[in-house]
Nanobody, 121 residues
């Protein structure tokens, strides 16, 4: 069993910053990728940023230039630093990880419970 625990969300004024953290624990052999998605009310869940083992990073246009994703492999933790936040960034932010629990075993995608980010104007 694998758990993803997120932290760092909250209420911030427009132009402010937040740093989200997500720690993976449990039955982990290797982590192929970790990333952040978000879902605003009435909208579909969308990619924010994703980092793959080896360091390849993808950013969605929505927060590109205003966010930085990083990963601490020793701690199985991924971070998302968000700056210059706007009211339209308000959403529930979800951590995602692609994890292999055993050598030669399959990879599964896991989701965190989500953390609310609210940006006031």
């Amino acid at each position: 069993q694998v758990q993803l625990v997120e932290s760092g969300g909250g209420l911030v004024q427009s132009g402010g910053s937040l740093r989200l953290s997500c720690a993976a624990s449990g039955s982990i052999f290797s982590i192929k990728a970790m990333g952040w998605y978000r879902q605003a009310p009435g909208k579909e869940r969308e990619l924010v940023a994703r980092i793959v083992s080896g360091g390849i990073i993808n950013y969605a246009d929505s927060l590109k230039g205003r966010s930085t994703i990083s990963r601490d492999n020793a701690k199985n933790t991924v971070y998302l630093q968000m700056n210059g936040l706007k009211p339209e960034d308000t959403a529930v932010y979800y951590c995602n990880a692609e994890i292999q629990s055993a050598l030669y075993g399959p990879e599964y995608r896991y989701w965190g419970q989500g953390t609310q980010v609210t940006v006031s104007s």
